[in-house]
């Protein structure tokens, strides 16, 4: 079982588009985690997100917690966006990951 | 330079070997954790530690060993390691459990069993 998913699993999109990635999860949390995975492997902290919506530059993150849902959006998409975006939820002590949404920006 | 070191990058063990994978972090954090990263299957919590002295179980916690004595360093230990445990391994620390200021991860330990 996942207790979190991702839609979708890749994502290709010309540079400048407007980006959507979805995440969905079925346990009760206190937060909800967007990361960043580069292709060399790193990962990066987005957003923490408890509740409402949070914004850092071209990225807004919105969390449903009645729909237990979160999009993360990317505005005027660039090659360097070129990422694994994953979702992640803390519930309780434990983390549950989605697996991942690979983002190709095309120039 | 401030973060969460992993050593090593890389690492070919043979089946029932045992190694540590270091974890170190410099920024005072109090919560750090281990994961491990499959193909398809995201990332899994194995360990986590809240602070000095206090560790707990993740997800995916058997055939693995983790002890907390400084606030710096978190190791974790395979203790007889099985083709099952080739991943790539992360840790990642926050200065709260919650991630309220966001985690901080190390650059991976990709490990073979072989």
């Known amino acids: 079982k996942n207790e979190v998913e991702q839609s979708p699993q890749n994502l290709t999109a010309q540079e400048g588009e407007f980006i959507t990635i979805n995440c969905s999860y079925s346990v009760g949390i206190s937060a909800l985690h967007w990361l960043q995975q580069h292709p060399g492997g790193g990962i990066v902290s987005l957003f923490m997100l408890s509740s409402g919506k949070k914004k850092h530059g071209r990225l807004i993150a919105t969390i449903n917690i009645q729909e237990k849902h979160s999009s993360l959006h990317i505005t005027a998409s660039h090659p360097r966006d070129s990422a694994v975006y994953i979702c992640?939820?803390?519930?309780?002590?434990?983390?549950?990951f989605g697996t991942g949404t690979s983002l190709t920006v095309i120039p | 330079n401030a973060g969460v070191t992993q050593t090593p990058k890389f690492q070919v063990l043979k089946t029932g070997q045992s190694m540590t994978l270091q974890c170190a972090q410099d920024?005072?954090?109090?919560?750090m954790s281990w994961y491990r990263q499959d193909p398809g299957m995201g990332l899994r919590l194995i360990h986590y530690?809240?602070?000095?002295?206090?560790?707990d179980q993740g997800e995916v916690p058997n055939g693995y060993n983790v002890s907390r004595s400084t606030t710096e360093d978190f190791p974790l230990r395979l203790l007889s390691a099985a083709p099952s445990q080739t991943s790539v391994y992360f840790c990642?620390?926050?200065?709260?459990?919650?991630?309220?200021?966001?985690?901080?991860f190390g650059s991976g330990t990709r490990l073979t069993v072989v």
């Open positions: 992640a939820v803390r519930s309780g002590n434990q983390f549950y």
């Open positions: 920024m005072n954090h109090e919560y």
């Open positions: 990642a620390s926050s200065l709260g459990a919650s991630g309220g200021y966001g985690y901080t």
């Open positions: 530690s809240v602070g000095a002295g206090i560790t």
